[in-house]
């Protein structure tokens, strides 16, 4: 996926500027899969519920992802490189 389809699909979710996780339903698993692939690729937290039914966590966890922090609007899985507030 490119950053250009990556805004693409980021912009069919938010509202007022800001991510809706209840547009989330709006995209495809391969769409969600592209974009938690594409997040983990540029080695940035992604939001647990943008992750698909499925998705290969063993994958993610090996990735370095094995965080899960509670943040003031969303939940996100991590790595030790990030911190989340």
Same mark, same amino acid.
């Given at each position: 996926?490119?950053? +250009?389809?990556?805004?693409?699909?980021?912009?069919?979710?938010?509202?007022?500027?800001?991510?809706?996780?209840?547009?989330?339903?709006?995209?495809? #698993?391969? /769409? +969600?899969?592209?974009?938690?692939?594409?997040?983990? +690729?540029? +080695?940035?937290?992604?939001?647990? /519920?943008?992750?698909? /039914?499925?998705?290969?966590?063993?994958?993610?966890?090996?990735?370095?992802?094995?965080?899960?922090?509670?943040?003031?609007?969303? #939940?996100?899985?991590? #790595?030790? /490189?990030?911190?989340?507030?």
């Amino acid at each position: 996926m490119k950053r +250009r389809q990556f805004d693409k699909l980021c912009a069919k979710v938010l509202t007022r500027k800001r991510l809706d996780i209840t547009k989330f339903h709006v995209l495809t #698993n391969e /769409e +969600r899969t592209g974009m938690v692939e594409y997040i983990v +690729r540029y +080695r940035g937290p992604v939001i647990i /519920e943008l992750i698909p /039914e499925g998705f290969d966590m063993s994958w993610l966890h090996s990735m370095g992802y094995i965080y899960e922090t509670k943040g003031k609007d969303y #939940n996100w899985i991590h #790595n030790s /490189e990030t911190t989340v507030k």
